[in-house]
């Protein structure tokens, strides 16, 4: 196997993208509930919690090649876009005070 930067690289964005992926499949099991949701196991999750579970809209953007090289990336993507499409926040509105 790789050594090096590359590999250093490559084995933080995995173990970024594997704590996200728990936290969606987290989401989705809670459901409404209020359970336990592990945002701290990675920076990335963390960055990301309020659009993750808080009050707010969210977008996903998967970005995917028809490349036969990268097919497993491109199905792995696909999976995890249409899992975390799954996850449901309920975005309350919230109006300006008038400050007169």
Not at 31 to 50: E, Q, R
């Amino acid at each position: 196997g790789g050594r090096g930067q590359g590999f250093d690289e490559a084995t933080s964005i995995n173990q970024s993208l594997t704590g996200l992926g728990r936290v969606v499949v987290t989401l989705i099991e809670s459901g409404s509930s209020k359970g336990f949701v592990p945002y701290n196991a990675h920076p990335l999750t963390m960055i990301l919690k309020p659009g993750l579970g808080g009050n707010s809209r969210t977008c996903l953007i998967a970005c995917v090649t028809q490349a036969p090289d990268s097919m497993n990336e491109s199905v792995n993507t696909l999976r995890f876009a249409m899992q975390a499409s799954h996850v449901k926040n309920k975005v309350d509105k919230k109006e300006a005070q008038n400050m007169e």
